[in-house]
């Protein structure tokens, strides 16, 4: 019990740690060859700040623990959305300027709404997990074509004055980009075995488990990433971050996640999760577009709702575990 204590503790810290150096060592590298800023945050910082659940998935699939891993993907869309934009918007309230990101909100919806209908019949197959990467496949060919001749979002100009705050010779950066890929596989594999010894010694499902624990410890680069933006007025990087990593998790994750490993979805996914993932991305949507002339933003009183959101999901999932143990 000790023990599975501690390497779940030491896999969260060590993860954070590394996804941050990853980022920061991928950012930088991508700056130094030349990436345009808007590519480097739409891709190379949305695959940094998803590379915890990745990883983390697609281990867990391998182990043939299909509740961790897709628990983890929406566990982490669903806190991405309601607590660390929650968060974010009452430090600072959140105000949408970058054109980009306003037709990422549309696209996340669809794509949200895309994944309902394929896993409506309980089942993740290989068909539906090439759909979603072959689906990831255009949406980042889009994504490299908007970043690519879009010289003046607001999203870019963040980036870059993000990025040259981090600036560091070449091969430094490279280091740590290999160091923290390699950490985060590491940190990953403790992780993951941490959550399972523990779910199993305390008779909580692998859904759960990937729901709360390890969902929420994937997410911290977000977290962190996001409030600090917030913080400093970058209103666009800290929605970026949560707009961009849903993206991977719901396509690249889930794909990866079934196609190496199929699996049954259990019921609760479908009527409980992903309900409160959609609704959540639907909200999102509503709140951050703008419509009729009015700014897309959350606003602390959208920020506590989205936090009052999270807290009675949790509350629900911890009901759901009490009510198993008893």
Known sequence: MLTAILALITGLLLLVWSADRFVEGSAVTARHFGMPPLLIGMVIVGFGTSAPEMIVSALASIDGKGGIAIGNAY??????????????????PIMVHSTV???????????????????????LS????????LLFGGLMAWTIVQGMTRKSDTLAKEVESETAEREMPIKRAVFWLVTGLLLLIVSSRILVWG???????FGVSDLI??????AVGTSLPELASSIIAARKGEHDIALGNVLGSNLFNTLAVVGIAG??????????????????MG???????????????RQGRINRCEGTALLLVYIAYTAWLISTVLKVST
């Not at 959550?195 to 010694?201: C, L």
């Not at 609704?279 to 002339?293: D, E, K, P, Q």
């Open 209 to 214: 488990t990937g729901l709360t624990i390890v």
């Open 101 to 123: 990101l306003r037709r990422e909100l549309p696209v996340l919806t669809l794509v949200t709404i895309l994944t309902v209908v394929l896993l409506a019949d309980l089942d």
């Open 126 to 133: 290989r068909l539906d997990a090439v759909i979603l990467l």
């Open 75 to 92: 566990g982490s869309n669903i806190c991405n959305i309601a607590l660390i934009l929650g968060a974010s918007a009452l430090i600072n």
């Open 195 to 201: 959550a399972v010894e523990i779910a199993q010694i």
């Open 259 to 276: 196609l190496i490993h199929p699996f049954a979805v259990e019921p609760e996914t479908l009527s409980r999760d992903m309900v409160v």
């Open 279 to 293: 609704a959540l991305t639907i909200s999102l949507f509503l709140i951050g577009y703008g419509f009729r002339g």
